[in-house]
DNA sequence: CACAAACGTTAGTACGACAAACGTTTTGAG
DNA sequence: CTCAAAACGTTTGTCGTACTAACGTTTGTG
């Protein structure tokens, strides 16, 4: 009865808004496993490669810069240092702050997940060629750097 | 010292993944707030969509035609039961199965979320030209098909 | 000095997704 | 016909990303 009845797709199978979360859904799967297979999630990753880039910080900054919320920063700080790849100590000019750096063992763990990350990002795009990849990357940098500056718009039309 | 270093972008920026991950954000965003503001959420436009579209059938059924875990129907259909927009009863002709149906309500509801979804696709693609929507719902109808098609692929690589 | 701000931390919420276990009911194979 | 397997609904709990609220401590400033 209910056997083969499940063929017509949808109607909210083609709204941009469910293809975004879908594929969405299947890239973080993808990057999520390939994060997995070396012990870690997305948050450890951000955390490394801003370490990395801007150097050691407090957890504060830290977040800001990782876009990473004050309150998850504890957690995800906490597991960095479980493993050896970030150092949490206090800075002696501001007690209030933990300086956090990078190990040499969390540069280590950064390399295997960039490792990662580039096998995941081919296998995501697998079914585009080259000019199409860049296509959607445009096409999505547009759409996030439109929502990224107008957050809010539209809130009180014009009173 | 923290204050205006932040400006240049973190690496991940423009990985697909994360392009992907964050515009998918913002829609779910957008969408999300549409379906709040008739005080329901995606699982319960799902639901009402695919009941509209298929008609009355037991929770099992509509889980899988709807895509939702059945762990999460009955929370759902109780939310749905609660505001009077889907009505569950007991098969007389299989008493495991409860069968949900539409209310009038519920069809008053779908239409609702119908309009706010149509209204927010529109806010998620205000940067893009018609041509360029196409292109994106193309390209990413695309992957999605790929990754839905080959969900493991390359577990044992040849032996 | 007193107060406001920044910092780190804890606890809780939301949402979508999934797993494990359980009791009930139906069904199919011996 | 019986008994085991399967389907159904349900509860409980987990995960990852994200956010809010509150609290104590430390700092810097009016």
Redesign the pocket.
Known sequence: ??DRADENPPSWRSLPSWLL??TA?HA??L??DG??AVGA??????LLATLAEHGP????????RS????????????ELAERGQVQ?AP?P????????SLTAEGRRQLRLLEKELAVRQEELLAPLAPGEREQLIGLLSRLLDHHDRQPGAAEEPWR
Chains 1, 2 share one sequence.
Not at 41 to 46: A, D, V
Request: hydrophobic fraction near 35%; avoid cysteine; glycine fraction near 10%.
């Open positions: 009865m209910d979360s879908q859904g973080q799967r990057v999520g994060f997995a999630r997305g948050y450890h990753y951000r910080a407090s957890q504060a900054a830290l977040g800001r876009g990473i919320h004050l309150s998850d920063m504890v957690a995800a700080i906490n949490r800075d000019s501001d007690r209030r702050r933990n300086i956090v």
